[in-house]
């Protein structure tokens, strides 16, 4: 959690604003509300009501910026948030179409059986004729289908998750293993 004193961040909560992998996305500022900084915020991250947090981050040119919650409130898949010294509409459209993070310690453990493929995010992707392909980067839920995106090669890859291609994923180790289809990644590669 970000630490205050006087009003300014402390050295510890800079540390942690520099490491974005050790934040996980709960949604994105859609539009302002009222004149007086009011945000709405899209909420990616089920069951966000019952996490408790005093501060969230923004990712502003690719960094994480904390800002202090002063209040919250949920209707479905949306929040609304005041933040402390977003006060003003000028203030508050600065906001606009940033993605927000929690750090990963509010991060509610999940239960074996109440794991998706969206929490595959992370993992290291195992293919059985390349080997491993590196991590998971991204987990895109499309209408019909999972899409994961790794860096294999110094290429963006794209495969599908589904139960054709998933072979096994081991959730202690953090492996998910599986069988790409043929010229999938020559696609990529030339």
Not at 80 to 105: G, H, Q
Not at 149 to 158: A, I, P, Q, R, S
Request: charged share 30%; proline share 3%.
């Amino acid at each position: 959690m970000v630490e205050r004193s006087n009003d300014r961040v402390s050295p510890t909560a800079c540390k942690e604003i520099l490491n974005m992998k050790d934040h996980f996305k709960i949604g994105t500022i859609i539009k302002t509300r009222g004149l007086k900084g009011e945000l709405q915020m899209f909420v990616d991250f089920e069951q966000l009501q019952d996490v408790n947090f005093t501060a969230v981050f923004f990712d502003i040119a690719g960094k994480l910026v904390p800002y202090f919650v002063e209040s919250v409130k949920y209707q479905k898949n949306t929040a609304w948030l005041f933040l402390e010294d977003v006060d003003t509409i000028e203030k508050a459209s600065k906001l606009v179409k940033k993605d927000v993070y929690l750090s990963n310690k509010l991060k509610p453990k999940k239960k074996k059986d109440e794991f998706t493929l969206k929490d595959l995010k992370g993992f290291i992707a195992i293919d059985e004729n390349e080997g491993e392909l590196g991590e998971i980067l991204e987990v895109q839920e499309l209408p019909h289908q999972y899409i994961a995106t790794v860096h294999y090669k110094n290429c963006e890859v794209l495969f599908p998750l589904n139960e054709t291609i998933i072979k096994g994923i081991d959730l202690n180790g953090g492996e998910v293993y599986v069988d790409l289809p043929e010229g999938l990644l020559d696609i990529y590669l030339d």
